[in-house]
């Protein structure tokens, strides 16, 4: 990574903006799952060690630029500050001249966070007046959300034009450097497990994973796009109409000479049909009947996927295999999971993000096993996708 880090910064005296991710589950006022808050904590003590004054800015929900009290951060500073065994204060706001005071009281070795950055419209917008605001309160800069890099926002991107050294935190160090690894020189055989219920929403990830890898192990609803673009019987299952160009496109590159690797696409032999998403049960089968829609892999489908994953020295998983939420149709998926965990254990480099992937694997019990669990979605389907993310090209060139 060619940009400036948190170890490559002054942080003794300075008062210290931190992009963090704190945007976790909340139920009744108090977070369930402080995941996104512990990943920070290296930065955090980074500072706290060094002597510094650290504001933290984070968004939560969707307020679309209102202040709610749902979407307060209030939570997550209480539990920072479990985590810390410490105060930690809550700004009234972002910006403002309270904020502004609280901040200029601060010694060496306090932690304020800020209230939600999107309780303003100016954040999403990449306001630069609202960027400047925000800046002011600030000597250096350190970005350690990876999960909000690939948005162009007032606190990602905006403040590093106004702040002179803007860092990467640790935890975006890790997240790009384990990314980095599987586009730059992954151990082989390299396969990639792409599921989900659409190819709109993966496809640039196929586009760019294909050239690099030996496989793409296909599951979720996107599979039934596939089949039907060759013309196979899908029954009820999801299927998007407008993507069959799109489908066949993927099939073109295989059988182009661009396939230097000689990449398959390699689809499910068997399903697990229902009549919906929330029977209790189906059945198995080759042909999926015209009444019924897939849910899952099926069990011929299972032991192939986890006969190419145990050969894998080079992982990347993104998506589920089927509707893993019912749990009568999460057999495939659970047992991709520990596929990816065992091949690990075996030597194996693993990379496992979004959403509902990491919630299979924390369901699973096996996120132990994983070399590296993203936490962000968005921004790592987009770096894998070969684009680049504004809140990490903002950042200052290493010296």
């Not at 601060?106 to 917008?125: C, I, K, S």
């Not at 792409?194 to 993966?202: H, Y």
Request: hydrophobic share 45%.
């Amino acid at each position: 990574m060619n940009k400036l880090t948190i170890d490559e910064v002054s942080l003794q005296n300075k008062r210290v903006l931190m992009r963090v991710d704190f945007n976790v589950p909340l139920d009744g006022g108090k977070v369930t799952d402080d995941t996104r808050i512990r990943a920070a904590l290296p930065s955090i003590h980074k500072v706290l060690k060094s002597g510094g004054k650290l504001i933290l800015m984070s968004h939560l929900g969707r307020p679309k630029g209102q202040r709610a009290e749902k979407y307060s951060l209030k939570p997550a500073a209480e539990q920072l500050s479990q985590l810390l065994g410490k105060s930690v204060t809550l700004a009234p706001d972002c910006v403002g001249t309270e904020t502004e005071d609280l901040v200029g009281k601060m010694q060496n070795g306090d932690v304020v966070v800020l209230e939600n950055l999107r309780f303003h419209a100016e954040e999403e917008a990449n306001d630069a007046e609202f960027a400047r605001k925000l800046a002011a309160l600030a000597d250096v800069y350190i970005n350690d959300a990876f999960g909000a890099a690939h948005r162009a926002h007032a606190s990602t991107e905006g403040v590093t034009h106004i702040i002179s050294q803007s860092a990467a935190g640790y935890l975006m160090e890790k997240e790009l450097r384990s990314l980095g690894t599987l586009l730059a020189d992954p151990a082989r055989p390299f396969i990639a497990i792409i599921g989900g219920a659409k190819i709109s929403g993966k496809i640039d990830v196929i586009r760019n994973l294909l050239p690099r890898v030996d496989a793409i192990l296909v599951g979720g609803g996107m599979v039934y796009t596939f089949l039907r673009s060759k013309g196979v019987e899908t029954g009820k299952s999801l299927v998007e109409e407008d993507k069959m160009s799109v489908a066949q496109a993927v099939y073109d590159f295989l059988g182009s000479v661009q396939n230097r690797n000689n990449a398959e696409l390699v689809l499910p032999d068997d399903h697990v049909v229902a009549a919906s998403i929330d029977a209790a049960a189906g059945k198995n089968v080759e042909e999926i009947p015209a009444d019924l829609l897939g849910v899952d892999i099926g069990p011929k489908a299972i032991a192939r996927y986890q006969g190419l994953i145990a050969s894998a020295r080079t992982i990347f998983w993104n998506g589920p295999m089927g509707v893993f939420e019912n749990g009568a149709f999460a057999k495939g998926t659970m047992s991709v999971a520990a596929a990816v965990a065992k091949a690990t254990d075996n030597g194996g480099f693993s990379v496992v993000g979004g959403g509902d992937s990491v919630s299979a694997l924390m369901k699973s019990g096996l996120s132990g096993h994983i070399s590296h669990i993203s936490t962000g979605g968005g921004a790592s389907l987009e770096f894998m996708s070969g684009k680049a993310l504004p809140g990490v090209e903002a950042l200052t060139p290493a010296s």
